[in-house]
């Protein structure tokens, strides 16, 4: 990957300062405190002036069909002691182009070139006719349930059910098989120091029956044909239109991972914080026209199995941003506007590339990603802190670790998990939710033993069901973590 923080004399005064080569074996021991890494890393320090240079696109990210995989270890952007914000945002959104990048047969390369697996990390099979497979409607959390608003599409006033496909490339399946053997046989304990390599991808998408959109704007939506689940256990192939789309990857230098997320343009509105209140002059695909001045549409109704109110699911902070009444940007780990100033950088950049190109993918936005401080930190050192934060990692006060897109959410994917808070006045810096309020180093079955590896969530049902339990038991530890943790707290 390119980056606008490349060592030449006309954007940076560089020193170098030196150069570490090291390599060591990595033991595997419980809770030890003396793994090494086997890569070398290189020591650069950057101008303070570079956090203020415009974040930009590069040309070799286009034409779309060419956009190259970014760089992602030794020698990358990240293998240095001090980062740039931008350099984040730059991964996410090359990350995405390269995954959404036309093949030959007319996919994208992730419908291609990944493995579609379960929330348990058990490969899908595949279905005669269709390219992806629909099984799951449950969101995180309280595994609330997220329906299209029916007068979007006046037509035929359907509202469709939003479904949900993960899906993980070759890297990670292989070090979570190889992870899975060790902690079954012994050679691994449960509470271990132990990251995925650099390489490893999650992908989840949101996907809805295009049914649920105007016939005049379907176009504007990257659809495919998806073979969805039915009551009776037999599948249906049906056109379905691609909402949003979480990007989640290691680099070197950080095994928590990268969470990035991407939206469709405009399927609700913005939470107005100077005002309290939500609005639209228009249907939108989840929100109802009109205004709101509470919170209920994101909230879900545990009892009666729906949000509070229907139909007004909205953005609560742009960019996952958070923001005061005044709408001046709350003081968080991270420092603003540049942050966000990177975002709308990069996302003005990409969408004219993209729109000169009439590529439907001109239609879908960033919306933010995060990762953990871990600058200056050795890979023993960084697997510890993951260890050592376990579920605090999300803290967002001043000083704490927590780097991005403090308030991270996806509209279609955590609709009712942007906040844990029953009103939008009780929300501060010292609540606020994001992707790491739920994936942490804290494994939400047995004893909850503690491991980098434990932030993906997937990982732990696939150890879990490999040890006798099943699909049921691991969504109920995971509804008993999520009550422990965001409601239990709240009485």
């Known amino acids: 990957m390119k980056t606008t923080q490349k060592l030449t004399l006309k954007t940076l005064a560089f020193v170098f300062i030196g150069l570490l080569i090291f390599s060591a074996c990595k033991e595997k021991k419980e809770n030890t405190e003396n793994l090494e890494s086997t890569e070398s890393k290189v020591t650069a320090v950057y101008s303070e002036a570079l956090e203020t240079e415009t974040c930009t696109c590069e040309s070799d990210w286009f034409p779309h069909n060419q956009t190259p995989a970014p760089e992602e270890g030794v020698g990358s952007p990240f293998d240095v002691s001090s980062t740039t914000n931008c350099i984040f945002h730059q991964w996410s959104w090359q990350k995405f182009l390269w995954l959404t990048k036309p093949e030959s047969n007319g996919n994208p390369l992730f419908l291609n070139e990944l493995i579609q697996v379960d929330s348990h990390m058990i490969p899908v099979s595949e279905q005669s006719g269709a390219t992806i497979v629909l099984e799951d409607t449950a969101q995180a959390g309280p595994g609330a349930i997220l329906n299209t608003n029916p007068n979007f599409n006046i037509d035929s006033n359907t509202s469709e059910t939003v479904h ?42 949101a996907w ?112 996952g941003i958070p923001r005061n009444t005044d709408n001046s940007f709350m003081s968080t780990s991270q420092s603003e506007p540049v942050n966000n100033d990177n975002i709308v950088a990069l996302n003005t950049c990409v969408a004219s590339s993209l729109t000169a190109e009439s590529d439907v993918w001109a239609n ?95 990982f732990n049902g696939f150890i879990a069901t490999n040890n006798g339990a099943t699909k049921e038991d691991v969504k109920t530890m995971k509804l008993n973590e999520f009550v422990e943790k965001f409601v239990k707290k709240k009485k």
């Not at 993980?168 to 691994?188: F, M, P, R, V």
């Open 208 to 319: 809805v029956n295009i049914s649920a959109i105007p016939s005049s704007e379907v176009n504007n939506f990257y659809t495919t044909t998806a073979a969805i689940l039915q009551s009776d256990n037999s599948y249906k192939n049906t056109e379905v239109a691609l909402l949003g789309i979480h990007v989640v990857g290691v680099v070197i230098n950080h095994p928590e991972f990268i969470w990035a997320t991407f939206e469709h343009n405009d399927v609700a509105p913005i939470y107005d914080w100077t005002s309290g209140t939500v609005s639209s002059d228009t249907e939108k695909l989840l929100f109802g026209k009109g205004s709101a001045s509470n919170i209920d549409g994101i909230i879900w109704d545990s009892t009666n199995k729906k949000p509070t109110t229907p139909d007004q699911a909205f953005t609560l902070f742009q960019y």
């Open 164 to 205: 949900y496909a993960i899906f993980i490339d070759s890297t990670l399946q292989k070090a979570a098989n190889d992870y899975k053997e060790e902690l079954i046989n012994g050679s691994l304990a449960e509470n271990n120091f132990e990251t995925f390599p650099v390489g490893s991808l999650e992908v989840k998408s």
């Open 364 to 458: 879908y936005f960033y919306n933010g990603s995060q990762w953990i401080d871990t600058d200056g930190k050795t890979p023993t050192e960084q697997a510890q802190l993951l260890v050592t934060l376990a579920d605090t990692i999300s803290t967002a006060t001043p000083g704490a670790y927590l780097r991005g897109s403090t308030n991270l959410a996806n509209i279609v994917m955590e609709t009712f998990t942007q906040t844990f808070e029953k009103s939008s006045s009780d929300i501060n810096v010292n609540n606020l939710a994001s992707c790491f309020s739920c994936h942490n180093a804290e494994n939400f079955t047995g004893d909850n033993p503690k491991s980098p590896l434990y932030i993906s969530h997937i």
